[in-house]
Structure formats: structure tokens, C-alpha cells
């Protein structure tokens, strides 16, 4: 896939559809928010640590600083998501 396309479908996926539920489906493999065990769990911590991004960073800065916080695991996975819902531009007319 290429890059350009991968950082599209990012910035979309983080504008429209990025939120607790999300974060969890992506890092954990399910949305476990409703859980106890959901505040021991990836999910959990990343969200706490995008939502720190928002405070500092804004809201337009809190996607590309999380991006860049990312291991290359966990990048992978919020990508592979990213392109699974809107693959850039290609279903666009």
C-alpha cells in the first residue's frame, strides 16, 4: 500500500471515526469499554494517552503526535485499520 494513500485514510479515519470504542476495537480486538477489565488493557491506556495529546496538542495536533508515538506493532494495527474503513481515495467519485 502506499504511503500516501496510508496517510489519508489515517487523517480521515482520526477525523470521522476515532473515538473510545474505536480505540479499543484497534488495540485491544474488541470494544471492551462497558468491561471491568477494560482499564488494565492497551485500549485503555492509549486513549488516556491520545486524550493527554488533545489537552497539550489540540485536537488537529493529538492524531500525528500519537502517530509518531506509536510503536511499529501498534502503528501497524491503527493503519491496517485506517485503510480497512477508507482506504484513501479509491472509492471515491
Known amino acids: 500500500m502506499a504511503h500516501t494513500n496510508e ?3 489515517y487523517a480521515i479515519y482520526m477525523a470521522n471515526r476515532w473515538n473510545e470504542s474505536e ?5 485491544n480486538g474488541y ?5 471491568d477489565d477494560y482499564e488494565y488493557s492497551l485500549g485503555y491506556h492509549i486513549w488516556n494517552k491520545y486524550r493527554e495529546y488533545c489537552e497539550d496538542h489540540g485536537m488537529y495536533g493529538a492524531p500525528m503526535r500519537l502517530l509518531y508515538e506509536l510503536d511499529s506493532t501498534n502503528l501497524k494495527l491503527i493503519l491496517d485499520r485506517a485503510c480497512e474503513l477508507y482506504d484513501g481515495r ?3 467519485k
Open 7 to 9: 496517510a489519508l485514510s
Open 23 to 27: 480505540c479499543s476495537y484497534v488495540f
Open 31 to 35: 470494544s471492551n469499554i462497558e468491561r
Open 90 to 92: 479509491k472509492n471515491r
